[in-house]
């Protein structure tokens, strides 16, 4: 809940850059889902720790972030939108192995709900990856290094503050380097008309895998 809210920390961040027409339709929607998923969080929490929704919403307000330590991962709009897509991605896996947990209120409407979050997050990574191959081919020979420096970041378990995204200090080393290969992959063979394949790490000795297919 918190890191979906943390989206308005991050486009208020952004809001004073210039960037290109694709990017700013990307933001305006990528930030609508992410209020939107924030919402649908915070309801969920306030149900069941019995909390007030608008004391939730008091709390999260208080910090607007430090992108101080992370600024030159956010440079320039090929930097952001690959920061972007690896956060996004990351997302995605670990949604899809929270499935159980939504099943098990045996509610419809939550398992409806949380699996348009789940498609909301394939579809941020595949507009931030799309924007690179359109906007900035000439950069793509930098994704890996640039991968690299994020799990590197995230390896080394630093604080998360409310930056909306590098806050995966709790994965584990192979989950990141997975996110990294994904993003490699569908540099190197893209995903429309293809099967997507996500493995995800449940824990040290189980994994499921799903697959999905976008057209």
Same mark, same amino acid.
């Given at each position: 809940?918190?890191?979906?809210?943390?989206?308005?920390?991050?486009?208020?961040?952004?809001?004073?850059?210039?960037?290109? #027409?694709?990017?700013? %339709?990307?933001?305006?929607?990528?930030?609508? /889902? $992410?209020? =939107? +998923?924030?919402?649908?969080?915070?309801? @969920?929490?306030?149900?069941?720790?019995?909390?007030?929704?608008?004391?939730?919403?008091?709390?999260?307000?208080?910090?607007?972030?430090?992108?101080?330590?992370?600024?030159?991962?956010?440079?320039?709009?090929?930097?952001?939108?690959?920061?972007?897509?690896?956060?996004?991605?990351?997302?995605?896996?670990?949604?899809?192995?929270?499935?159980?947990?939504?099943?098990?209120?045996?509610? #419809?409407?939550?398992? %409806?709900?949380?699996?348009?979050?789940?498609? /909301? $997050?394939? =579809? +941020?990574?595949?507009?931030?990856?799309? @924007?690179?191959?359109?906007?900035?081919?000439?950069?793509?020979?930098?994704?890996?290094?640039?991968?690299?420096?994020?799990?590197?970041?995230?390896?080394?378990?630093?604080?998360?503050?409310?930056?909306?995204?590098?806050?995966?200090?709790?994965?584990?080393?192979?989950?990141?380097?997975?996110?990294?290969?994904?993003?490699?992959?569908?540099?190197?063979?893209?995903?429309?008309?293809?099967?997507?394949?996500?493995?995800?790490?449940?824990?040290?000795?189980?994994?499921?895998?799903?697959?999905?297919?976008?057209?």
């Amino acid at each position: 809940m918190l890191t979906e809210y943390d989206a308005s920390n991050f486009a208020l961040y952004l809001s004073d850059r210039e960037f290109s #027409p694709d990017f700013k %339709r990307f933001e305006r929607a990528w930030r609508q /889902d $992410e209020w =939107n +998923h924030y919402l649908g969080f915070r309801r @969920i929490v306030a149900l069941l720790y019995d909390q007030n929704e608008a004391k939730i919403a008091r709390e999260v307000k208080k910090d607007r972030g430090n992108f101080g330590p992370i600024g030159d991962f956010l440079k320039d709009e090929f930097r952001i939108c690959l920061l972007l897509a690896y956060d996004e991605i990351a997302t995605f896996k670990s949604y899809l192995a929270e499935f159980p947990f939504y099943r098990s209120f045996g509610d #419809p409407r939550v398992i %409806r709900w949380f699996q348009k979050v789940t498609r /909301d $997050e394939l =579809n +941020h990574f595949i507009n931030c990856v799309e @924007i690179i191959r359109h906007r900035h081919q000439d950069r793509v020979p930098e994704v890996k290094e640039s991968l690299d420096q994020f799990i590197e970041w995230d390896l080394r378990r630093s604080v998360y503050e409310r930056t909306f995204v590098l806050d995966h200090y709790w994965y584990s080393v192979e989950y990141l380097q997975h996110c990294k290969d994904l993003i490699c992959d569908y540099f190197r063979n893209g995903l429309r008309k293809a099967e997507f394949p996500a493995k995800i790490r449940i824990d040290d000795t189980k994994a499921i895998e799903e697959r999905y297919e976008y057209k």
